[in-house]
Every structure is written in structure tokens, then in C-alpha cells.
């Protein structure tokens, strides 16, 4: 597994396909912050910008300390970074999750509130009667309580994280009434989101996902390659939110109604 990079196997699988991985595939386990980007490119796709240049991570909106803590050490155990690209963590995931859940999405402004709440099947996807938000909060205020008096799951070793992460992708616990496997699967359906999205919601920090996969981003015109096939788009990516200069002008505010 050492010699397969962790591009080539996104490439192979797909986002989607990345679902079926084992948390925390990693090549290297050092610390994020210990991993410097090189200037090599793979298949002519640009490196990214040095760790100096990345912007300054967002106060959160959402998020308690305690909240955060956790947060932002379990994203970097589902896509953690190696020794060339940044993971979850580096691309801004949490200052993504946390805009959404303080958001129109975390309000839950277009989930059918009015119940009768009963179990469903796999096939008639969520029932619960828990907003986005609350379900976070109410989960993480369950697991927070449950390690309270054990080591918290920031300051847990990297093996320790993912066996954690394992049991609630497990499912089998109660978290304030709501199924581990399905916080796991809000919390990582997130994070795919947040390393994948345009930088203008809050996540894919300079792009760094797009430039480790080889993706061009929202160029207003491909007309010059429609007639093109096979080749590959070696430009650097651009964003929805790119000025004339080059920079990202994060969407500040989410509204929590929806217009």
C-alpha cells in the first residue's frame, strides 16, 4: 500500500468509492503540520501553494472548543494528509461543516418536520427528527460525556482515532438517541464535501483538492477543448469565487433561511 499514492487511488475509486476505504488510509502517520508540500507535480498537475501562503483558518460560527476539538481531529483521520498534499483538515474542512450547520442546511430549512417519527428502512433514508445541526451537537455531546473521564479524542494516538471511528461507523451505540452509524455517515458524507466543493463555501483551501485529482474548477469556457478527448487539463483550477488576482472571496455569510 506504501507505493500506491493516495491520487491514484481517488482516481481509481471515485469519491464515492473513497466511502469504502478504511478510515485513516494514510502513507505517512506524521503530524499534518510536520508535512511540507514538495514542488514535484504528478501528471503535469500543478503542487500546491506553499503551507506560508494558505489562508488563516476561519473563527468558528458553529462549533464550540470542545466541538471543534474533536471535529477537526476526526476529519484529518477521514482524509489525512500525506507527505505531498494536505488532508481534511489543512483543505478547511471544519470552517466548511461549521458554515453549513450554521446555515440554512443546519436549520434543516428543507426537512419535513411534523413527524409521526418511526424507523424506517435503508431505502427511505433519513427519519429522524433531528436538524443537521442538532444532530451533531447532540452526538458529539454523547460522545464527549462517554470519554469525558477517559483520554477526549483529540489527544487519542492516530490508531486509537480510527478504532473509534470504526465502532461508530459500526453502529450499535446510542448517541442522545441517535445511531453512531448515522452520525458516521453525516460526518464523512461532510468531509467528502468539504475537501471537494468550491473554496467559496468554506473548505478546499487553496484549491488543494482540485489540484491534487487534476480538476480544472469553474472556468467559464471550455470551448477550446470541447473537441479534445483524452487529453490531460494541466492548468491550474479556479474557483467560483476567483477574482482578477487570483483570490478566493470566501462566501462570509450562510444565511440560515433559505430566500
Known amino acids: 500500500m506504501a507505493d500506491i499514492s493516495r491520487r ?5 475509486t471515485g469519491a464515492v468509492g473513497a466511502a469504502m476505504l478504511p478510515v485513516g488510509l494514510a502513507i505517512n502517520e506524521a503530524p499534518a503540520q510536520e508535512h511540507r508540500h514538495t514542488a514535484a507535480t504528478e501528471d503535469n498537475v500543478p503542487a500546491p501553494p506553499p503551507a506560508g501562503s494558505q489562508a488563516q483558518p476561519t473563527p468558528y460560527l458553529f462549533f464550540n472548543a470542545e466541538e471543534a ?23 478547511g474542512v471544519p470552517n466548511y461543516i461549521d458554515k453549513q450547520l450554521n446555515g440554512a442546511w443546519g436549520a434543516g430549512e428543507r426537512l419535513y418536520r411534523s413527524g409521526p417519527w418511526q424507523a424506517g428502512t435503508p431505502s427511505q433514508g433519513y427519519q429522524l427528527p433531528f436538524t443537521p445541526a442538532e444532530l451533531l451537537r447532540t452526538a458529539l455531546a454523547a460522545i464527549n460525556a462517554e470519554l469525558k473521564d477517559k483520554t477526549p479524542f483529540a489527544n487519542m494516538s492516530a ?26 455517515n453525516d460526518l464523512w458524507e461532510a468531509t467528502v464535501e468539504g475537501f471537494f466543493s468550491d473554496p467559496v463555501y468554506g473548505g478546499n483551501r487553496d484549491m488543494l483538492a482540485w489540484r491534487m485529482i487534476g480538476f480544472p474548477g469553474a472556468y467559464a469556457s471550455y470551448y477550446d477543448l470541447v473537441d479534445q478527448h483524452g487529453i490531460a487539463v494541466a492548468r491550474a483550477p479556479t474557483s467560483l469565487a476567483e477574482d482578477v488576482h487570483g483570490h478566493v472571496h470566501m462566501d462570509a455569510a450562510i444565511p440560515a433561511n433559505l430566500p
Open 8 to 12: 491514484a487511488v481517488i482516481k481509481a
Open 159 to 184: 490508531s486509537e482515532q480510527d478504532a473509534y471511528l470504526h465502532s461508530l461507523e459500526a453502529g450499535g451505540k446510542d448517541l442522545g438517541g441517535i445511531p453512531s452509524n448515522v452520525f458516521f
Open 69 to 91: 476539538a474533536f471535529i477537526e481531529a476526526a476529519v484529518a483521520r477521514l482524509i489525512p494528509a500525506d507527505d505531498k498534499w494536505g488532508g481534511a483538515r489543512e483543505a
